[in-house]
């Protein structure tokens, strides 16, 4: 199992602002911050949880 003291709430922040926007550039834009900060926060949140949140496609993002 995990060690989850590496999460943030910034993290968490991040994942719904992209399952809501449906976008890891919307979600930037949403949260204030660019989109390479979303997209790291969601690798990190997917590697601490030791599962994958979101399917990316390049014309679409779905969560699982």
């Given at each position: 199992m995990?060690?989850?003291r590496n999460?943030?709430?910034?993290h968490l922040l991040?994942?719904?602002?992209v399952v809501?926007?449906?976008?890891?550039?919307r979600a930037a834009e949403?949260?204030?911050?660019?989109?390479?900060?979303v997209s790291d926060s969601i690798q990190?949140?997917?590697?601490e949880l030791?599962?994958?949140?979101?399917?990316?496609t390049t014309r679409r993002i779905s969560v699982t």
């Open positions: 995990s060690d989850l999460l943030t709430f910034e991040n994942y719904i602002a809501e926007t449906g976008s890891f550039t949403r949260r204030g911050v660019g989109k390479t900060t990190r949140l997917e590697l030791g599962a994958t949140l979101l399917v990316r």
